[in-house]
């Protein structure tokens, strides 16, 4: 049955870097359906999480909002969504007559919350917040563990019975049946969805893959693909041993650490081995696009919330603005019939963020843009620079602030003041501070930070200066100030 607008599936995969591709040169990785989609599509090469952990960044994500306007700058738990944010992308969609439905990992409070959607299937890995509350988890709160209880007839089966932790530099494959590992669960109910969706409606649908994110576990025949592949050489800037003082050296759930080269080497095989798996599964969704005549009237985007510093700079897991941790991979692929605007496929330039899906696909569909959000159409809109920023612990107690222009990168740390400078185009694994060297472009950045603070609660601008050392606000108050 045709529909008059496009159907619509959001590809939503957890902490895995932009460079993590084939395509973009990564010859360690073997990713073939990314690849062909990326090909076949739009690249954006310069997308960035601008709040780069799992909570702000898919506030961003659902909202079309940058920090400024959504609040969320950490990773601050129980703050209810749907009271904070009562518009989200799959809201307006569904008030526009589509059929939305999510599979995977939502990471909002309640857990149940459906932020606009029709129905969600529910696997948000172990967070500790929701096991408190509960006892521990039920099919009341996440369907996947449901499932494996069901399937394996273990009432006792759990997402942690191997003891590699949910953020852990630790890896091991798979024990079970692959088909029961939750990379497959969610490609299997999506797949569900779309055999029984309503036929009269286009859909929005939401696979929200938990991985690559720890725990590191591929399947058995993927840990052995890449246990003994070399990698690409970890980056190490010059100016790392500024931060020695918070060093965690071995401790498996460290940030900041030195670790021991058999672990990078395993831990880098279970997070390829995770992206491998999940590569497998857009090969599965575009044959059951085929399958049902759905390829031709189908949007695929696939992104990630965040990136995976993986021992660049001796960092892991996310939150800083470094490329590791804040870029993303973005892929669109848009059926010729729907193309309308956006160009002929290829690599895009324009600095994208995650705010900017919400008001690209609403604008792709013919779905007016709601009021107060501050994201742009990628179809034909450009950014000049990018404003990020996220609380962080591990190099000291900052809100790390940053600056993404055409071809440097400026970070200013609230704590102590202290400034970076990389040329992305030169230098693009920062490793090169120029912050000493270049003045003239540090001061040009650093007034471009100065405007999007200006006015902030906590003071850190007084004039035209930045004002290191401030008190760093409640979360909860910002988001009850700006997100009404």
Request: glycine share 10%; hydrophobic share 35%; net charge negative.
């Amino acid at each position: 049955m045709m529909v008059d607008r496009p159907h619509v599936i959001l590809v939503c995969v957890d902490q895995m870097r932009a460079d993590a591709l084939g395509v973009v040169g990564n010859d360690h990785i073997d990713t073939p359906n990314l690849d062909g989609l990326a090909r076949g599509g739009y690249r954006f090469d310069r997308a960035y999480s601008a709040t780069p952990t799992c909570v702000p960044a898919r506030v961003a994500m659902f909202t079309g909002k940058s920090p400024e306007l959504h609040g969320r700058y950490g990773y601050r738990e129980r703050i209810s969504f749907p009271d904070a944010y009562p518009v989200t992308l799959q809201s307006t969609l569904r008030d526009h007559g589509y059929q939305t439905f999510a599979v995977g990992k939502m990471h909002v409070f309640p857990d149940r919350a459906r932020c606009g959607f029709d129905d969600v299937l529910l696997h948000d890995g172990f967070l500790h917040v929701s096991r408190q509350l509960s006892g521990g988890p039920t099919g009341a709160i996440d369907d996947y563990v449901d499932f494996l209880r069901r399937e394996t007839g273990d009432p006792r089966a759990d997402y942690q019975d191997t003891g590699v932790g949910c953020n852990a530099m630790t890896a091991r494959p798979w024990e079970r049946e692959e088909r029961l590992h939750p990379t497959r669960w969610v490609a299997d109910e999506s797949f569900r969805f779309l055999e029984r969706r309503d036929p009269t409606r286009p859909f929005f649908l939401y696979m929200s893959f938990h991985r690559p994110h720890a725990p590191f576990d591929p399947p058995g025949w993927l840990w052995d693909k890449y246990r003994d592949r070399p990698g690409p050489r970890r980056a190490m800037g010059e100016w790392v041993s500024r931060f020695d003082e918070h060093r965690r050296d071995h401790d498996p759930e460290a940030e900041f650490a030195t670790r021991k080269e058999s672990v990078h080497q395993q831990v880098r095989a279970g997070y390829y081995g995770s992206i491998e798996f999940i590569d497998l599964q857009l090969n599965r969704l575009r044959e059951k696009l085929s399958d049902l005549g759905l390829e031709q009237d189908t949007i695929i985007v696939f992104v990630s919330d965040h990136g995976e510093m993986l021992g660049d700079h001796d960092m892991y897991r996310k939150s800083v603005g470094y490329e590791g941790s804040a870029r993303i991979p973005l892929l669109v692929h848009v059926p010729h019939k729907w193309r309308e605007g956006w160009g002929e496929p290829g690599a895009v330039d324009t600095i994208a963020e995650l705010r900017d899906l919400m008001p690209t696909l609403l604008g792709t569909a013919g779905v007016p843009v709601p009021d107060g959000v501050d994201g742009i159409d990628l179809r034909h809109e450009t950014r000049e620079h990018l404003h990020g920023e996220h609380l962080i612990g591990s190099l000291g107690r900052h809100s790390m602030q940053w600056i993404r222009s055409q071809r440097y990168k400026y970070l200013w740390f609230s704590g102590d003041g202290h400034e970076q400078l990389f040329d992305l185009e030169t230098d693009p694994h920062e490793e090169h501070d120029l912050a000493e060297h270049e003045p003239e472009l540090l001061a040009e950045h650093r007034a471009l930070l100065i405007e999007h603070l200006r006015g902030r609660e906590e003071g850190f601008v007084d004039g035209d200066e930045l004002v290191a050392g401030r008190p760093l606000r409640s979360e909860a108050e910002w988001v009850r100030e700006f997100a009404r």
